[in-house]
């Protein structure tokens, strides 16, 4: 069974950074791309961060400079450390793998999604 925890979110003023970890289980980490979407509210789900898994990255130009993504995959956990934190980067972060091609507007592999991990940037 498929399952990402995500964790490390919270509240954080702006300019202020972030660390976020998900947890997979249930895959064969290794091989898989992964993602980390991320949801705010009434807007759609979008890809901010995928790595591959001999560690290429990919970011859209709203958090290119600012987020990092990396794997650990003897963990089987993917990171996203986010830096220079903006109001609009508030919202639900989710990982997930990720489907070729490795674009900024990749889909997700998998329909289970965790409970993602809520990061408000605010004053």
């Known amino acids: 069974q498929v399952q990402f925890v995500e964790s490390g979110g919270g509240l954080v003023q702006p300019g202020g950074s972030l660390r976020l970890s998900c947890a997979a289980s249930?895959?064969?980490?290794?091989?898989?791309?992964m993602g980390w979407y991320r949801q705010a509210p009434g807007k759609q789900r979008e890809l901010v961060a995928a790595?591959?898994?001999?560690?290429?990255?990919k970011y859209p130009d709203s958090v290119k400079g600012r987020f990092t993504v990396s794997r650990d995959n003897a963990k089987n956990t993917v990171y996203l450390q986010m830096n220079s934190l903006k109001p609009e980067d508030t919202a639900v972060y989710y990982c997930n793998a990720v489907l070729p091609p490795i674009t900024t507007t990749a889909r997700p592999r998998f329909n289970a999604w965790g409970q993602g991990t809520q990061v408000t940037v605010s004053s």
């Open positions: 249930g895959i064969i980490f290794s091989i898989y791309a």
């Open positions: 790595i591959t898994g001999g560690g290429s990255t």
